[in-house]
């Protein structure tokens, strides 16, 4: 049996450092895509701006208030023309002049590779 004084408390689990959540590095960008929601179909397709990616998430600008949990279709660059990615919607803020900052997390991570060639 550990004797009173010997026993330490497990070291509180805080946020991390000013309250950043996310587990991956975000890298900036300001590289337009175009997206849409899963099942929606192609009239719903909008262009948007990346605001920040990384291998987990990708943060973008865009033009209408997409709710939580909704699933997008992103289409990325690709050495070979254009590759789908999926990823759902975590949160949706209302920027300056009538857009949405809406972050998303990935359905699988991107390779350091595409991250890379999301930052430009």
Known sequence: MAEEGNVRPAA???PPPEGERRLA???????RIACYPAGSGLLERRMVRIRNVSRTGIGLIVDRNWHQGLVLILELPAE????????????????????????CVFDNPLTDAEVQALAR
Not at 25 to 31: A, E, G, I, K, P
């Open 80 to 103: 070979d023309g254009v590759r789908s990615a999926r990823a759902r919607i975590v949160h949706s803020t209302s920027q300056p002049g009538g857009t949405f900052l809406v972050g």
């Open 12 to 14: 509180p689990q805080g």
């Open 25 to 31: 590095t975000r890298q900036s960008s300001t590289l």
